[in-house]
């Protein structure tokens, strides 16, 4: 059983002074879980002014699992080979990344859940990547039976 208070911390463990937000979250964009620190600035007006904490959360999680689907489902076919299943594995989906206007986000699939870290701006890709395939190793093994079969 998942402790979402351990899941929590082990989340906010990814988190630095350039990677702001670090979320759970399912394939349907339904937040799980979530940490932010200090340093988190989304920046807009709008969430600043939010009486729920965790509204940025799951506006991220939810155009995240968008962003995800489109480019799982609508991009397979560059994926799968038909010809070697065992490569078509290897060159599957594994990680997205977003250079957005107020910082940086990178998407991948832990089991059958998503995780997603925002960074700022200054943020290095190559510190998001690493952070995200030791937040996936981890969470891996533990997640895989929860979630669709998406």
């Known amino acids: 059983m998942l402790k979402p208070k351990i899941i929590s911390e082990i989340l906010k463990?990814?988190?630095?002074?350039?990677i702001n937000t670090a979320i759970l979250f399912s394939q349907e964009g339904s937040l799980l879980s979530y940490a932010t620190n200090k340093y988190n600035n989304v920046g807009s007006p709008v969430f600043n002014s939010l009486n729920d904490p965790s509204e940025p959360s799951k506006v991220i999680a939810a155009i995240s699992s968008n962003v995800w689907s489109v480019y799982k489902n609508s991009?397979?076919?560059?994926?799968v080979n038909q010809q070697n299943q065992a490569q078509a594995q290897d060159d599957s989906l594994n990680m997205i990344f977003l250079d957005c206007?107020?910082?940086k986000?990178?998407?991948s699939q832990a089991g059958k859940l998503l995780i997603a870290l925002v960074g700022n701006n200054d943020t290095e890709i190559g510190l998001l990547k690493i952070k995200m395939t030791t937040l996936v190793n981890y969470f891996n093994n533990s997640l895989?039976?929860?979630g669709n079969d998406n």
């Open 75 to 79: 991009c397979s076919f560059w994926f």
């Open 144 to 146: 895989q039976y929860f």
């Open 101 to 103: 206007e107020e910082g």
């Open 105 to 107: 986000v990178i998407i």
């Open 13 to 18: 463990q990814a988190l630095s002074s350039s």
